[in-house]
């Protein structure tokens, strides 16, 4: 069970508000900004017009793909 809470705060989570309601979804690892884009355009499209405000909440990465993208001194 601690291994599903330490996957989750890894993820991206997005928040968009609308007038009516506030939907919350993962945002896909390696995503861009033009299928966020795509995906809001897609969720206004069902909740009567564009968010009126959104919060992205990024994840963390693992202390191993943190270890292997930082250069290396010599």
């Given amino acids: ?6 996957h989750r705060s890894r ?14 979804f993962i ?3 390696g995503a861009t900004l033009e299928e966020l884009s795509d995906r809001l355009a897609s969720l206004g499209q069902r909740h009567d017009g564009r ?6 909440k990024f994840g963390t990465s693992s202390r191993k793909e943190r270890k292997s ?5 010599r």
């Fill in 1 to 6: 069970m601690h291994k599903t809470h330490e």
């Fill in 27 to 29: 945002l896909a690892k």
């Fill in 51 to 56: 968010p009126v405000a959104i919060t992205v």
């Fill in 69 to 73: 993208v930082e250069p290396t001194l």
């Fill in 11 to 24: 993820e991206s989570r997005v928040t968009a508000v609308f007038e009516d309601r506030a939907l919350s």
